[in-house]
């Protein structure tokens, strides 16, 4: 069993997402994911780390916390904050919808952490704070035609 886990924590700059995606990717790296799994998990870190940043909080600066964990060929990972919260999960999770309709890609962090993570849960409290859980599971290498493949 390879079971393993970790936790960091972080000031909400915008120069922590770097940060963030680099310790995930690390982390995540004992589970010998490819180079596209890997990227749909520093991205799906990345879209959680920036709406921590940006929407949690928005005129302060406060703390973002990573953790990772392996279970057998799964990563679960968890963004939290203690920001402003959200006031309604559902309709922040839909396509498009945002409320900071000026940045690049509107609307879309809560679609790609979906599409990019087998799993994603959100839990929100207004005034206290967010919590992203998400999971993947890593697709384990097998011998095939004499090489070894996914
Ligand atoms: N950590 C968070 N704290 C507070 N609000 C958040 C947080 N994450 C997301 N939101 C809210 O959910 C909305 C949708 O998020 P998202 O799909 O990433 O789109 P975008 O970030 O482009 O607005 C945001 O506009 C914001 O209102
Ligand atoms: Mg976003």
Do not use: W
């Not at 799993?119 to 697709?139: A, C, D, W, Y």
């Amino acid at each position: 069993m390879n079971n393993n886990e970790m936790k960091v924590e972080f000031l909400s700059r915008s120069v922590n997402e770097g940060f963030a995606r680099a310790v995930v990717s690390s982390f995540v790296s004992q589970l010998d994911p490819t180079i596209e799994e890997l990227s749909d998990i520093k991205t799906a870190v990345s879209e959680a780390v920036t709406n921590s940043i940006i929407h949690a909080y928005p005129n302060v600066e406060g703390k973002i916390t990573v953790k990772g964990r392996l279970v057998e060929n799964e990563v679960e990972l968890e963004i939290s904050d203690n920001g402003v919260g959200i006031e309604n999960v559902e309709k922040a999770k839909e396509p498009l919808f945002t409320t900071k309709g000026n940045l690049e890609r509107s609307g879309m962090g809560f679609a790609i952490m979906e599409n990019f993570m087998d799993e994603l849960n959100v839990e929100s409290i207004l005034g206290l704070g967010t919590k992203i859980t998400m999971k993947k599971k890593i697709k384990k290498y097998a011998f095939d035609n004499n090489k070894f493949c996914k």
